[in-house]
């Protein structure tokens, strides 16, 4: 269950940038929290973040993604990207001299029956090798015990102090970690059982789902007869007019073969199959009729392509991140998937999904509280802010849409004059249009005017 996440120094990012799904003390939409009374606190089930295109909504994600990636992979992850990574800051020249840092704060535990644990987890990189690392445990009703703090060292054995919580093996496990690998890693690959717990959590909650949606879906489609037929159930509910969905393997033609392998890359075996998907669509009068992936619309492609995440999310109580989750679908089919996250008869495991958006339809506080909102903004200097509806503690009966939409929060775009030119290519005017100078008026984090 994450708590919050801060980053720096990463893309976007270049001061310290947090967001919490810690719940504020608003007594509403007392469904959309999940309660985690050992630690003193109220969790949010789901968030939305609304910001002006390229203004760092989808950078806060790769920055989830990217700490995972390292826990996941190691150094391998260095090793299989071309260049500098993680990517810095790119406006400023001492950006490169400085650490991407990932701290994460989160509630694990060992299995489904085990106790539950607060973690705090906090990684440093500098040119490819880990710079700072610590961890720290807090069991429930219990107070803080700092398992491991990492310094920067040149070769192993890493320089790492331990404290007296930390069971097992753990100091030799020193002498098989380098600079550019996470202990945390370490520490799960070779099978320490304590420090395996919070490694697995950011494993499988720091995935980049949004890359594998169609493949995770399918996979399970192909594998598991309950999600085909629940699956199925679903898009016929769902009103795109599909009564089944169906995985089958074909058996690639040498033309498909070539477009799709690099000639060097061209498999030597034969036949090559691949999988395919297809709908059965009714039609009116007659039997029905199955159609190929590619001539479904975008919004039933992605709505597809999101069952396999959504179902295992809410099957184990995992996090789900979801890249502008309204594209090409319908408000009221984004709210439903919302709302399923928001029901504790539906997400009995504590599963979490946060979205970016520009659906302002779903702006409303009847479906998010204001502590689930959340924008993102460019700063002159390029850096992106991230900050809560709630700082701005707007009125119960405001029009959250509307007030949005007029600058009132920030996280739209200021757009000037946007010359298209004539029709015959001509420019017209010079000069055009000055588009008058938008600011918003904040006083002490409360917006001065509400509608």
């Known amino acids: 269950m994450l708590l919050d996440f801060q980053v720096e120094n990463f893309r976007s990012y270049h001061s310290p940038k947090l967001f919490s799904l810690v719940a504020s003390r608003q007594e509403e939409l007392p469904e959309n929290l999940m309660d985690a009374k050992d630690f003193g606190l109220r969790v949010l089930r789901s968030a939305a973040i609304y910001g002006a295109n390229a203004s760092g909504k989808t950078n806060l994600f790769h920055a989830i993604w990217a700490l995972g990636s390292m826990i996941r992979m190691g150094p391998d992850v260095f090793r299989s990207r071309a260049g500098l990574w993680p990517p810095v800051f790119a406006l400023t ?10 701290e994460i704060n989160f509630l694990a535990r060992d299995g489904h029956e085990g106790a539950w644990t607060r973690y705090e987890y906090h990684i440093g990189v500098l040119g490819g090798r880990v710079v700072e690392e610590w961890l720290n445990a807090y069991p429930a009703g219990g ?110 033609s040498p033309e498909e073969i070539a477009s799709t392998y690099p000639p060097r890359h061209l498999p030597s075996f034969q036949p090559i199959y691949q999988e395919r998907v297809s709908f059965l669509h009714a039609r009116e009068g007659g039997t029905p009729i199955r159609l190929e992936w590619g001539v479904e619309s975008e919004g039933t492609r992605r709505l597809f392509g999101l069952l396999g995440p959504l179902r295992i999310a809410l099957r184990d109580g995992l996090l789900l991140l979801v890249d502008e989750m309204s594209a090409s679908m319908h408000p009221l089919l984004t709210q439903r998937l919302i709302e399923a996250f928001h029901d504790p008869k539906v997400n009995t495991k504590g599963a979490q999904l946060v979205l970016t958006t520009q659906d302002v339809s779903l702006l409303r506080g009847d479906l998010f509280r204001r502590d689930q909102v959340w924008f993102t903004e460019k ?44 029709a015959d290519g001509e420019k017209e005017g010079q000069e055009g249009r000055k588009a008058k100078p938008r600011t918003r008026k904040i006083n002490k984090g409360v917006a001065e005017t509400e509608s």
């Open 93 to 102: 020249a001492s950006a490169t001299q400085n650490p991407t840092r990932f």
């Open 379 to 422: 700063s002159p200097a390029g850096e992106t802010n991230l900050f809560s509806l709630h700082a701005f503690q707007p009125r119960n009966d405001a029009s959250l849409e509307k007030n949005y939409l007029a600058g009132r929060y920030g996280g739209i775009p200021f757009l000037g004059t946007l010359n298209f030119g004539s």
């Open 143 to 252: 107070k803080r015990q700092r398992w491991f703090v990492r310094e920067p060292a040149d070769s192993v054995p890493a320089n790492i102090k331990f404290s007296k919580y930390v069971k097992g093996a753990h100091k030799k496990l020193k002498d098989v970690t380098p600079p550019e690998m996470p202990f945390l890693f370490a520490a799960q690959r070779f099978g320490n059982p304590q420090l395996s717990i919070p490694a697995k959590w950011i494993q499988r909650n720091c995935e980049n789902q949004f890359e594998l949606v169609l493949r995770g879906t399918t996979a399970q489609l192909d594998g598991d007869p309950s999600f085909n037929a629940w699956v199925s159930e679903f898009m016929r509910h769902a009103d795109v007019g599909i009564q089944e969905a169906r995985v089958e393997l074909h058996e690639m």
